[in-house]
């Protein structure tokens, strides 16, 4: 017989029941998805009897009608017809915000966002391939974005470490979360290389834009390492489609990353052409685009398809 | 969302993170039911979100998901028929509770110990199991149960003193 233990040794040990981790992920993502479901669309912010909020009401009423718009674009998913007037509305917002923190953490919430979208789309049976395309689309640019400004934020002060690594956790955390709730197959690893993946294009991206325009002589080696990196990024294309075919699935980001794959040698050839031409800068200014093409296909492909067909 | 908007979700959000595991805690003691726990915790959430959308002043959110979560309770057990202690063994291995499986051996390093306590609270009626976890598990003072129960400060340490005699007479050990 075990002997009992003191009452108040067995609550202490009570008080040591918690939620899993992935039960608590699982509960904060469902959480998030109802609160974007459940929002309120007006507010009582002005209080009556007084000329001087009037004089508020008045000026408020003029800007809440022009962002009219927008705001009954906030709710909507990728494939509805006010989609593109959210993302606008997120760029316009997006150019307001000054410091890499803030940037950084507006990255971050998009890329979050874009991963509750898929999730509502989801759960709505509505995850059609072009849906996903488009939102998986935009989550490699944010994710690409956070990332640079969560580098530039870590590089900036050492105070800012622990917020640039907490910036950094959430997203991979939010990435695990909804990566189950998608049915991504092998979810964790997934997130973690969509991550390290990200983290090395910011990098890239970041070493790049103190990079100069070069004026005279075209860069022979740049423009070859371009080529060369379009090259792979095909190559893992059509082995991550050859993936989908076997595994009998569709995988949307896939499906985007030929379409990337695409622009981007239409560019390379152009780049050829102005280099010929001696048109350095404008040339220069193609590689950049087609690097920015290769850095999102690389992301794409590391997003994987799911287990079932939807 | 509305600057309104997302200072509530961050609130409610930062609630979650930092209440979740309480909550959790406090509704399983009640039902012993880990699922139906979640689930509660889960409506807690939601609801405190519905009451903050309204605009509903909440003060204190902690002791306003308590409250929240108490009368979920209150309606589930209205609702359910007692759950035997050997009822209660069967849902642990329905859970596929295994003390050796990662998801659990840090909440509880000893088993007896885990049923010895539920069975504690089991044998408790509902006011009494109620009071006991706020005070025991969950940390309250009397003032935030009395704040929670919606009852007099007096009331709640009369009958927290009636519910630590009758856990006395149960376990044979004095709590402090």
Redesign the interface.
């Known amino acids: 017989m075990?002997k009992?233990?003191?009452?108040?040794?067995?609550?202490e040990?009570?008080?040591?029941?918690?939620?899993?981790k992935e039960?608590?992920a699982a509960?904060?993502s469902?959480?998030?998805v109802?609160?974007?479901k459940?929002?309120?669309k007006g507010?009582?912010?002005i209080k009556r009897n007084s000329f001087k909020n009037s004089l508020i009401a008045a000026l408020f009423g003029t800007a809440i009608l022009s962002i009219g718009i927008a705001?009954g674009a906030?709710g909507s998913l990728p494939g509805e017809i006010l989609f593109p007037v959210k993302l606008a509305t997120e760029a316009v917002i997006g150019t307001l915000i000054r410091s890499t923190e803030e940037r950084a953490t507006w990255e971050s919430g998009l890329a979050r966002k874009r991963l509750e979208e898929m999730s509502s789309l989801a759960e709505k049976k509505q995850l059609t391939p072009y849906a996903s395309a488009i939102a998986q689309k935009n989550l490699a640019k944010h994710l690409i974005n956070a990332r640079m400004n969560i580098t530039r934020l870590a590089t900036e002060n050492e105070k800012f470490l622990p917020r640039a690594a907490e910036l950094n956790s959430n997203i991979e955390s939010a990435l695990n979360a909804y990566g189950k709730i998608l049915d991504w197959k092998d979810a964790k690893e997934a997130s973690q290389a969509l991550m390290l993946k990200a983290e090395e294009v910011a990098n890239e991206r970041v070493k790049t834009e103190r990079r100069a325009a070069p004026k005279k002589k075209k860069d022979q080696s740049a423009h070859k390492k371009i080529e060369l990196d379009l090259k792979k990024a095909e190559s893992r294309v059509m082995i991550k489609k050859d993936e989908a075919v076997n595994d009998g699935v569709q995988n949307p980001a896939v499906i985007e990353a030929e379409s990337l794959l695409e622009n981007a040698f239409e560019k390379a050839t152009e780049s050829r052409e102005k280099t010929l031409k001696e048109s350095h800068e404008e040339a220069f200014i193609l590689d950049q685009e087609i690097q920015r093409n290769v850095d999102e296909i690389e992301i794409l492909v590391g997003i994987p398809h799911t287990k079932k067909q939807r | 969302?509305?600057v309104?908007?997302n200072r509530k979700?961050k609130l409610?959000?930062k609630a979650?993170?930092e209440f979740?595991?309480a909550i959790?805690?406090h509704a399983?003691?009640r039902t012993f039911d880990r699922h139906k726990a979640?689930d509660i915790?889960?409506e807690a959430?939601?609801r405190t979100?519905?009451s903050l959308?309204e605009?509903k002043k909440i003060e204190n959110i902690r002791a306003f998901l308590y409250t929240v979560t108490n009368h979920l309770i209150i309606d589930d057990v209205r609702k359910k028929r007692p759950t035997a202690f050997s009822d209660m063994r069967n849902e642990d291995e329905e859970n596929n509770f295994d003390p050796a499986s990662t998801?659990h051996i840090?909440?509880?390093?000893?088993t007896?110990?885990?049923h010895?306590?539920e069975a504690?609270l089991q044998a408790l009626d509902e006011h009494h199991r109620q009071i006991i976890i706020m005070r025991?598990?969950d940390?309250m003072t009397p003032q935030e149960i009395a704040h929670v129960t919606g009852e007099r400060e007096n009331t709640v340490s009369v009958r927290l003193h009636r519910a630590i005699r009758k856990?006395?007479e149960i376990?044979?050990?004095?709590?402090?």
């Open positions: 075990i009992p233990k003191h009452t108040k040794e067995l609550f040990e009570a008080k040591l029941l918690c939620l899993t039960e608590k509960g904060r469902f959480l998030t109802y609160i974007k459940n929002e309120a507010h009582a912010l705001q906030e | 969302m509305s309104f908007g979700e409610l959000l979650y993170d979740s595991d959790f805690r399983y003691y979640r915790m889960q959430f939601t979100w519905q959308q605009n998801a840090e909440l509880f390093m000893n007896e110990a885990k010895l306590l504690s025991f598990v940390d856990m006395r376990t044979d050990h004095s709590l402090d």
